[in-house]
């Protein structure tokens, strides 16, 4: 069983900084694309940011410039570093992988969120 576990949210000032960090386990033949997503209350869960297994990534234009998504293939982790946060950063932030999970074959599975919260 592919499981996806998360770190690092929390609480911090506008204009502060954080570091998500998400790693898959269990039996993983494979990871194709990861990437991060977001869900403010009241709202649907949306895309912010995803990078594929050769690096090459893509960003919501509301987080261009500010936030970094990175993977490390050797620990199966993926990253997002985040600069600049605003109020309206503040959401549950999900990770999300497409996995080869062996007589599974490939799955998507998601991580259990982590609150990250924007406020002085």
């Known amino acids: 069983q592919v499981q996806l576990v998360e770190s690092g949210g929390g609480l911090v000032q506008p204009g502060g900084s954080l570091r998500l960090s998400c790693t898959a386990s269990?039996?993983?033949?494979?990871?194709?694309?990861m990437g991060w997503y977001r869900q403010a209350p009241g709202k649907e869960r949306d895309l912010v940011a995803t990078?594929?297994?050769?690096?090459?990534?893509n960003y919501d234009d509301s987080v261009k410039g500010r936030f970094t998504i990175s993977r490390d293939n050797a620990k199966n982790t993926v990253y997002l570093q985040m600069q600049s946060l605003k109020p309206e950063d503040t959401a549950v932030y999900y990770c999300?992988?497409?996995?080869?999970?062996?007589?599974?074959?490939?799955?998507?599975?998601w991580g259990q969120g982590t609150q990250v919260t924007v406020s002085s």
């Open positions: 269990g039996t993983i033949f494979g990871i194709g694309s």
């Open positions: 999300n992988a497409r996995v080869n999970a062996a007589r599974a074959g490939w799955v998507t599975r």
């Open positions: 990078i594929t297994n050769g690096g090459d990534t």
